[in-house]
């Protein structure tokens, strides 16, 4: 099994910034890409970012290009996302997922190939 804790949500002002993090711990050997998804009240989960097992590729939704960041730290299991330019319509819960799928080259973008997810953290962006 994998365990996954994000840390790093709050509040902030629309143009505002945050660092979301997410520690993988348990049996990390057993997946590649890392990814982040958030869902707002009455909407679903919808992706944001991913990174592959190697750290040497990136994924991101539009709406994020350009203003989210996703990177790894040095021990690999950790994964963070750096949000510049918030917005309101960022508000969300945002949950880090680790996969299986694939190779350490690899980068999931659907849901469906995530097995493993965090608690979430809630992202609260004010006018």
């Known amino acids: 099994q994998v365990q996954l804790v994000e840390s790093g949500g709050g509040l902030v002002q629309a143009g505002g910034s945050l660092r979301l993090s997410c520690a993988a711990s348990?049996?990390?050997?057993?997946?590649?890409?890392m990814g982040w998804f958030r869902q707002a009240p009455g909407k679903e989960r919808e992706f944001v970012a991913a990174i592959s097992g190697s750290g040497g590729s990136t994924d991101y939704a539009d709406s994020v290009k350009g203003r989210f960041t996703i990177s790894r730290g040095d021990a690999k299991n950790t994964v963070y996302l750096q949000m510049n330019s918030l917005k309101p319509e960022d508000t969300a819960v945002y949950y880090c997922?680790?996969?299986?799928?694939?190779?350490?080259?690899?980068?999931?973008?659907?849901?469906?190939?995530?097995?493993?997810w965090g608690q979430g953290t809630q992202v609260t962006v004010s006018p």
């Open positions: 348990g049996r990390t050997s057993s997946t590649y890409g």
């Open positions: 997922a680790a996969s299986s799928y694939g190779n350490r080259w690899y980068v999931p973008r659907g849901h469906k190939e995530y097995g493993y």
